[in-house]
């Protein structure tokens, strides 16, 4: 058979581009629009033919030689073969078009903040257990697969997860551990701390898991092995994390998403805000340290009980109210918060809370996503309830990944 040859010419959200040929579209992995590549079928995807390339006939002038020796199979990154500033225009992109199959047009002077050094910015990481011929390691998933890929390096992580993984690894060995399924561990950006938490298939089996600790601990000299909370500090204020509690992966990128949210916020001393998908309340606590009273919904109870902590930590004026944004919401009397900052995981909001936001019609939205597509559904919805986008931006927290970070600024018009 004839080797299929494409030439992809937009990026798509997920990191492939998308080439048509013969009316087919395909998405293309490991291509740049304007490249000419020679590529494998590799099935379907959401009703979409997909293809890897296998070979590069024309590049880019914007391909760059990935660095990481797992790229192509590892599921973790998909755009090493971008230039770092081609990564942020290919983002743009596909927020553009994410917004304007959603009917709205992103503001043209849209800035996008990317890192300067892209590199080990992630200060949380998950890995999957494998066992091998020499006993258990730590990788990833591979590409579209659920089989893992054990790994020595990657170079998205804080040097020091990468340098502790061999470590839980050689003691899960040591004391022969069963039925190990996963670990996630968060190093402190401002410390030596790392909280680590081990994950088993089926139920957790009895197992020595302070002599575990103890063991690791010893491997590990430079760095204070933590299993309840760790401390994450910025502008000068403190707070409480767990591993069963969200943080923000990119710490650095973290602190120009919060400056730039809340700048579009630009909450006044005497107003009320809410703080929607709050979690440990980082957000709520840096709102009311310029003086504006936070109310903050949460549906995770422990990250409720960590930012109630953390407001009394920073002596922040914060009411916490437990549950899920879509309920809670519904208890909330007109006219009691000028501005609302919201949060929400991928999936984005339930139309129940787009409901309620546009109930209480407060003059300020920021509404911070991590998934284009459903921000832009929910930028839509909030429009149609009487708002208009007046500034967006994109900030990068995921380089090397197709993940996006984008924030919008809505008021009553
Ligand atoms: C993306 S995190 C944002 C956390 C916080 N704003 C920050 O910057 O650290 C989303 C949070 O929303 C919470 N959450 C998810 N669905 C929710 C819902 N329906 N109602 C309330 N909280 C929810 C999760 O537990 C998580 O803490």
Redesign the pocket.
């Known amino acids: 058979m004839a080797p299929l040859i494409l030439k992809p010419t937009s990026p798509a959200h997920g990191g492939a581009a998308v080439a048509r040929e013969d009316g087919k579209v395909w998405l293309v992995s490991y291509a740049l629009p304007g490249e000419v590549v020679e590529a494998e079928p590799r099935g379907r995807q959401g009703g979409v033919a997909v293809a890897a390339t296998t070979r590069v006939i024309e590049p880019s002038p914007r391909r760059a030689s990935p660095p990481c020796p797992y790229f192509g199979v590892c599921g973790g990154c998909q755009l090493q073969h971008a230039d770092y500033a081609y990564q942020l225009e290919l983002k743009k992109q596909v927020v553009e078009e994410a917004w304007a199959r959603a009917g709205l047009r992103l503001p043209p002077d849209t800035p996008v903040l990317g890192m300067d050094e892209p590199w080990r910015y992630r200060i949380r990481g998950e890995f999957e257990a494998v066992a091998g011929a020499e006993g258990w390691r730590f990788g990833f998933h591979r590409m579209r697969s659920h089989s893992v890929l054990p790994i020595d390096s990657c170079l998205i992580h804080d040097l020091r997860i990468e340098r502790a993984l061999p470590m839980f690894a050689q003691v899960a060995n040591e004391m022969h551990l069963d039925s190990l399924q996963n670990m996630l561990v968060t190093v402190e950006p401002g410390g030596s701390g790392l909280l680590w938490r081990l994950r088993f298939r089926g139920r957790e089996p009895r197992w020595p898991r302070d002599e575990f600790a103890h063991r690791v601990a010893e491997l590990l000299p430079e760095l204070t092995l933590l299993d309840d909370t760790m401390s994450l500090e910025f502008w000068g204020l403190t707070f409480r994390a767990r591993s069963d509690t969200?943080?923000?992966t990119n710490y650095r990128q973290m602190l120009v998403l919060y400056r730039t949210a809340l700048d579009m916020l630009a909450a006044k001393s005497d107003e009320r805000v809410l703080d929607l998908?709050?979690?440990?309340g980082?957000?709520s606590v840096a709102v009311a340290r310029d003086g504006a009273g936070v109310t903050a919904?949460?549906?995770?109870p422990h990250?409720v009980q960590l930012g109630r902590l953390n407001a009394r930590i920073n002596s922040a004026r914060i009411e916490y109210l437990p549950g899920?944004?879509?309920t809670v919401l519904r208890g909330i009397r007109l006219g009691q918060h000028q501005a609302v900052i919201l949060?929400?995981?991928r999936a984005g909001c339930?139309p129940a809370a787009l409901a309620e936001l546009i109930r209480l019609g407060a003059d300020r939205i920021v509404y911070v996503s991590?998934e284009p597509s459903t921000h832009a559904r929910d930028l839509v919805g909030l429009v149609r309830g009487g708002y208009r986008v007046r500034r967006a931006a994109i900030v990068d927290m995921f380089p090397q990944t197709y993940h996006i970070e984008s924030v919008a600024l809505l008021e009553r018009s």
């Open positions: 969200f943080v923000q998908y709050a979690g440990i980082t957000i919904i949460e549906e995770n990250a899920k944004v879509e949060d929400p995981p339930e991590c």
